[in-house]
């Protein structure tokens, strides 16, 4: 079997800092390459492949909406080496490779969806005629999202979980500090900005996550002019590097995540961090954080609402306080569940699956 991994056009490969698409893709590479499976890697210039992964660049790299272009560069180097032994997972934000399986029906293509919405490019009128044909293959990454883009598609999608690499996600027994954590895009669908509300000016808190690579700067700016200005009890990290990120997570006392309840939450790679750390982590419910709590103790599961997830802090903190290690142990045992063995072992049985059809 020869698989073709197809990133976003976004950033080189491996990211330095968030970038959680980006970052599995990186690692389900290096997890089947490891696994003696002909891989190649197609991403952005500057991009730095797993040992004994094969590079095919982009010639693109940037957040301006470029996979159209990044298709064309990349697609003869494709055409080259696809045989019927081959799968091409694509991860892009767009589906451009699909025009490949729309011209060659031959050609076995499998699309896992980051966000809710389904691609965006090419024109959704050449995708949606060719539906009947069969042979298709989506991929959400939790069993709420692969069913409402079922619906949203007229179409069956599969659901391979995100996974995250236990070996770097240590578990961690040692001490905690007394801030609460928001560690996400800073944009209002992850609510940072309820994040805020919800601390006040009660508790120590730390916000962190990417704030360059988003489409609304002028919102960071508004959220760091207020922390700056009524939050002194909060401090303002914006984009850290991918160790720092580990650092204040595994240090924090609690994350918290109270999603904007318009937004629709796929997966989120933040939990499942965290949690594996050994941190506690409260999120309203929200998309696939159901999901993502399932195995943990009801006071910690998923909030129905911010309302609630709020109400129930403070009882929360003072419950973590009385048997913190305890719980600390609960969320690393649920996370477990995710790890990123799994999530390759799941891809390479649906690979063999999409090759002997």
Do not use: C
Not at 95 to 115: D, M, S, V
Not at 283 to 296: H, R, V, Y
Not at 316 to 331: A, C, P, Q, T
Request: glycine share 6%.
């Amino acid at each position: 079997m020869k698989v073709i991994l197809i990133s976003t056009a976004v950033m080189p490969l491996p990211p330095f800092s968030y970038a959680g698409l980006e970052r599995l893709v990186y690692q389900l590479a290096d997890g089947l390459a490891k696994r003696g499976i002909e891989t190649y890697l197609v991403a952005p210039t500057g991009t730095t492949p797993p040992n004994n992964v094969k590079f095919i660049d982009m010639g693109v790299s940037g957040w301006n909406n470029n996979e159209e272009q990044a298709f064309i560069n990349y697609r003869s180097a494709l055409e080259r080496i696809i045989d019927k032994e081959t799968v091409i997972s694509d991860h892009s934000w767009q589906g451009y490779p699909y025009l490949l399986r729309i011209e060659n029906p031959e050609i076995k293509i499998t699309h896992t969806f980051h966000a809710l919405q389904p691609w965006r490019q090419p024109k959704q009128k050449d995708i949606k005629e060719d539906f009947e044909s069969g042979g298709w293959h989506f991929i959400g990454i939790s069993k709420a999202q692969a069913n409402k883009l079922s619906k949203l598609m007229n179409a069956p999608v599969t659901t391979i979980y995100n996974g995250v690499d236990d070996k770097e996600f240590k578990f961690y027994d040692g001490d905690r500090d007394d801030y609460l954590l928001f560690f996400g895009l800073i944009n209002r669908e992850k609510g940072v900005d309820n994040f805020i509300d919800i601390i006040g000016d009660k508790y120590k808190a730390k916000i962190a996550g990417e704030d360059s690579f988003i489409t609304d700067t002028n919102f960071v700016r508004t959220i760091m002019n207020y922390i700056n200005r009524e939050r002194p009890n909060i401090e303002y990290y914006g984009s850290v590097l991918h160790q720092e990120k580990i650092l204040l997570m595994k240090r924090a006392f609690m994350m918290i995540y109270p999603f904007n309840p318009a937004w629709f939450e796929g997966f989120n790679l933040s939990i499942i961090e965290a949690s594996m750390l050994g941190t506690p982590v409260l999120a309203s419910e929200n998309g696939a954080t159901l999901e993502l709590t399932e195995g943990l103790p009801d006071i910690f599961k998923a909030k129905p609402n911010n309302r609630i997830l709020e109400m129930d802090l403070p009882t929360i903190i003072e419950e973590l306080k009385s048997n913190y290690m305890y719980y600390s142990r609960k969320f690393r045992e649920n996370a477990m569940r995710f790890t990123l063995d799994k999530m390759v072992e799941n891809y390479i049985k649906y690979f063999e699956k999409v090759i002997s059809e």
